[in-house]
């Protein structure tokens, strides 16, 4: 009878152990990968083909077509629009202090019927490719808001406008939380703009005003407006720090050489030639801005590696990367880095590389889709934060907050579907998933870098806070 009670408690054994190791395996079950596909390695991304300008011939939906399937799938339980999330904010007490080393790319442009008598860049028209035979094969016109936006994400604000004092100031606390102490102002001299919005300087005042709440810092990205010269760069850039300068969320760079001054990223500087910048940029120059009150930290776009010489030639104190595309230019691509930041070591400039969360700008670009970068639930950003890391930059910038017609935004999206449209979200995780991981990485980067910078004697190079 023994025997046979202990034949019985063993085979009971054996029978719970089956059962909870059933149960754990079911538990362990992870949800698919993300849209865009499997996780890949910096070795898999496709090279570089660049033409004049960065344009590029590409002729594929496929990924455009997978994104929308997994879409769809998990979209079938789900309303229309998700609503915004009413998740707890992160308490100010609880979050590490803001890093002025990391700059985040911010955009102005969007607008809508409630604040603007219409909308603006939601609207973005369909671009053309150059070679008619690809155009004719996608679609043409434009986007038509609030439900159908030039993005293949859409916001957790909606097709919002960028001169809602309330937008304005959700975004100043977004950026509060993932610990970014400086946005750099898309920017265009008053009564300019690109080619499909309107002017945005008379927005600067209140992004200046909400910034100081959240004890954040603006400095200005200036793009490449009509007929961009030395000359009238030495007006524009007067003419901001004139008007701006003294506003106390305006941003400056103490430099090792104890010299506090404004910084300007000059977006497609390449294209204006490196003579012109000269005469702006260095002491001898006929429109030298060096040793005025007007002097400042000027930082080139580097895409193709044979501007590294035009940037030294014409004066420019640093280099930033911006494309969030990982091989789509020498600057942005990741294994260029370190030599990058050695280059710049040798002639004492500031390297400033661009991170990006993906890249998908099929809704405006639709012949565009090998250029995608997929997100895959923000490996893509963590590893080219840690290539940035790795290379010991002077500052690390972001692309973006909220570019949404490249799909570079770290600005918190939801699901939406429409009967035509699935857009592309941030699950299985939250819509804050980017700047918590900006916030993770912001934290890193701030010891790391103190711990550099003091190996090499940099610690005199304070930003100004």
Not at 90 to 99: A, D, F, I, M
Not at 402 to 429: C, F, M
Not at 438 to 445: A, P, V
Request: aromatic share 14%; hydrophobic share 30%; charged share 20%.
């Amino acid at each position: 009878m023994a025997k046979f009670r202990r034949k019985t408690c063993f085979i009971l054994s054996l029978f719970i152990l089956l059962f909870f190791s059933l149960m754990m395996g079911l538990k362990m079950l992870r949800p698919n990968q993300a849209a865009f596909g499997d996780p890949f390695g910096l070795d898999l991304l496709p090279e570089i083909r660049q033409q004049t300008h960065l344009t590029k011939v590409f002729d594929s939906q496929k990924s455009d077509k997978i994104n929308s399937e997994t879409n769809i799938k998990n979209l079938k339980t789900e309303e229309s629009t998700v609503k915004a999330s009413v998740a707890s904010e992160p308490r100010p007490e609880e979050l590490p202090p803001l890093n002025y080393y990391l700059h985040v790319f911010y955009y102005s442009w969007y607008g809508n019927p409630q604040f603007d008598g219409k909308y603006i860049h939601w609207d973005h028209p369909v671009l053309s490719h150059w070679d008619p035979g690809i155009t004719k094969k996608y679609p043409k016109g434009k986007h038509k808001p609030p439900d159908d936006i030039g993005s293949r994400f859409y916001p957790e604000l909606g097709s919002y406008s960028s001169r809602d004092p309330s937008v304005i100031e959700t975004h100043m606390k977004q950026m509060y939380s993932a610990s970014i102490g400086v946005l750099a102002l898309s920017w265009y001299p008053p009564d300019l703009n690109d080619e499909n919005g309107e002017p945005t300087d008379n927005l600067v005042p209140t992004i200046l005003d909400k910034a100081h709440k959240y004890n954040l810092k603006v400095t200005f990205h200036i793009e490449p407006y009509k007929n961009r010269d030395d000359k009238n760069m030495y007006q524009n850039v007067k003419y901001i720090i004139d008007k701006y300068g003294n506003h106390p969320a305006f941003y400056r760079y103490k430099t090792k050489n104890g010299n506090t001054l404004p910084m300007f990223y000059i977006y497609d500087s390449y294209i204006t030639a490196s003579q012109k910048w000269a005469n702006l940029l260095t002491s001898s120059g006929s429109q030298s801005i060096r040793n005025s009150p007007y002097d400042a930290l000027f930082i080139a776009l580097l895409v193709d590696k044979k501007h590294r010489y035009g940037i030294l030639r014409g004066g420019f104190d640093g280099i930033y990367t911006y494309f969030a595309t990982n091989g789509f230019t020498y600057g942005s691509s990741f294994e260029n880095w370190a030599n990058i930041k050695y280059f710049c070591d040798q002639f004492n400039l500031m390297f400033i590389p661009s991170v990006g969360p993906g890249y998908i700008d099929t809704s405006i670009r639709p012949w565009n889709s090998q250029n995608t970068r997929n997100r895959i639930n923000g490996k893509y950003y963590e590893t080219a934060l840690r290539a940035a890391l790795q290379a010991h930059p002077s500052i690390i910038s972001i692309t973006s907050f909220n570019e949404w017609h490249e799909g570079t935004q770290i600005e918190r999206a939801v699901p939406k579907r429409t009967s035509n449209i699935v857009y592309l979200d941030y699950r299985p995780h939250k819509p804050s998933l980017y700047l918590e991981l900006t916030r993770k990485w912001s934290e890193k980067y701030r010891k790391e870098r103190a711990i550099y910078a003091l190996d090499h004697q940099e610690l005199s190079a304070q930003p100004v806070s």
